[in-house]
Nanobody, 126 residues
Framework: QVQLVESGGGLVQPGGSLRLSCVAS????????IGWFRQVPGKEREGVSC??????????WYGGFAKGRFAISKDNAKNTVYLHMMPLKSEDTAVYYC?????????????????WGQGTQVTVSS
């Protein structure tokens, strides 16, 4: 049974940092693209970052707002993908989801991701 579980969200002040974790089970992490997406009420889900399968070189992509601030990484021994975020801004407030796809074709096409976690809330506020 494929499962993704996110954790690490919370309340942080502007300029602070968080590390989100996505623990995968029921499949081999290296065989999938793992993406991070975020969503706020009333807005479309947007791509934050993605790391490709090992076969495709563990490449990483980032949304324009995330470049230089966020970093995605993978720990195969723990079957976990991380999203390091710093410095955080108030506009980063959202529910963050991780998702898995064999091949999304375009990394931030969320429709191409088959498996999703339940999400973790990130709130950036003073």
């Amino acid at each position: 049974q494929v499962q993704l579980v996110e954790s690490g969200g919370g309340l942080v002040q502007p300029g602070g940092s968080l590390r989100l974790s996505c623990v995968a089970s029921g499949f081999t992490l290296d065989d999938y693209y793992i993406g991070w997406f975020r969503q706020v009420p009333g807005k479309e889900r947007e791509g934050v970052s993605c790391i490709s399968s090992r076969e495709d070189g563990d490449r990483a992509w980032y949304g324009g707002f995330a470049k230089g601030r966020f970093a995605i990484s993978k720990d195969n021994a723990k079957n976990t993908v991380y999203l390091h975020m710093m410095p955080l801004k108030s506009e980063d407030t959202a529910v963050y989801y991780c998702a898995a796809s064999r091949d999304p074709t375009v990394w931030d096409w969320y429709e191409r991701y088959n498996y999703w976690g339940q999400g973790t809330q990130v709130t950036v506020s003073s």
